[in-house]
């Protein structure tokens, strides 16, 4: 018989609590500011789950109001795909309206507009 593997805990990729956690950490960052994906991940209790407020924010039903577009990679970048369907040249505008400055590489200096809660 071979040894039984120990399953790491994780919260459900979907689950109320997870989704609740990352949308109260989402909801305190202020205008004119962003977050990278795995600060709200580490801020919502969920360290190295990057990955995951990224899909979870991608399959968020737009009924839920929270300012999604101040969340942002680790580069200083919004994440450009195919898959956003226009929602990322919808969150450069909004950063834009915000006051967030980008340079000509579609980045933005990060040290200045992180939101440091």
Not at 45 to 73: C, F, S, Y
């Amino acid at each position: 018989m071979s040894p039984k593997r120990k399953l790491h805990g994780r919260a459900a990729p979907h689950g109320d609590e997870t989704v609740a956690a990352i949308c109260a950490v989402i909801r305190r960052i202020p205008k004119g500011w962003v977050a990278t994906y795995g600060q709200v991940a580490a801020m919502a209790g969920l360290p190295r789950r990057a990955r995951l407020v990224g899909t979870m924010l991608q399959q968020l039903d737009p009924a839920i109001k929270i300012p999604w577009h101040r969340v942002v990679n680790a580069k200083g970048e919004v994440s450009y795909s195919p898959s956003r369907n226009g929602g990322d040249a919808l969150q450069r505008r909004l950063l834009e309206r915000e006051g967030v400055e980008f340079d000509d590489k579609n980045r933005f200096n990060l040290e200045r507009f992180r939101w440091l809660d």
